[in-house]
């Protein structure tokens, strides 16, 4: 049994977004594994750095003490064997509160430069995204995106990434989307259920 730690970002909760994390939590339910949530809309996670948070970043000084909800996010962090990140692509990437959860919780001393952070097992990118998988693989974006996060943001801090993309809610007709939008729901849950194997 694992603990994952889902970090999900959407603000409206009937969102399809939504949908996928409700998915995702039933497949980890079905399989007996425990998880926690970073809602950082529900939680009204401040996503801006401050001066005193770029001075410890650009001068690397890691002696320096983290802002309470920085430490809080690092500790569901450390505590996890899974990390998860769900959220919609905006503008080929994910929403400024998430990208700003980067800028702060992915301190120095922690994430980076003799990092304190527990390396997680394994870490997996769920999102949704409007264009279609086509669209994202011809213009080069759904690569772009995934270098971003798991290259990047991830990088070595988990020994296994992978991201999955949920794509094609504008443009279907509705009754087409109905039943893309079903498999990826499906999808989801197979994720959750399986998230064990590598
Ligand atoms: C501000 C904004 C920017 C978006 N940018 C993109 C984009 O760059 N690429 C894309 O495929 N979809 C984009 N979309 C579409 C969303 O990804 C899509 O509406 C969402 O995944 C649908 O799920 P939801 O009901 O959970 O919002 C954007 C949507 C919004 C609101």
């Known amino acids: 049994m694992s603990l994952v730690h889902i970090v999900y970002a959407h603000p409206n909760p009937v969102s399809f977004t939504h ?5 995702f ?3 980890l339910d079905d399989a007996g594994h425990q998880h926690s949530i970073s809602d950082l809309y529900a939680m009204g996670f401040n996503p801006v750095m401050s001066p005193a948070e770029y001075a410890r970043e650009s001068r690397c000084d890691a002696a320096l003490p983290v802002a309470g909800d920085v430490a809080q996010e690092q500790a569901a962090l450390d505590a996890a064997d899974v990390w998860v990140f769900v959220y919609p692509v905006w503008w080929s990437d994910c929403p400024a509160i998430l990208k700003g959860w980067f800028d702060r919780v992915w301190t120095v001393g922690w994430a980076y430069h003799e990092p304190t952070a527990t390396p997680t097992r394994k870490a997996l990118v769920l999102c949704s995204a409007g264009q279609s998988v086509e669209h ?8 772009a995106m995934r ?3 798991v290259s990047d943001r991830i990088f070595t801090r988990a020994d296994v990434a992978d991201m999955q993309v949920f794509a094609g809610s504008e443009g279907a007709d509705p009754a087409q989307w109905e039943l893309i939008r079903q498999q990826h729901l499906d999808q989801a849950r197979h994720l959750g259920q399986t998230i064990d194997l590598a």
């Open 136 to 143: 994202l693989r011809d213009t080069g974006l759904g690569q």
């Open 25 to 27: 939590v039933a497949g």
């Open 19 to 23: 949908a996928l994390l409700d998915a």
């Open 147 to 149: 270098a971003v996060m």
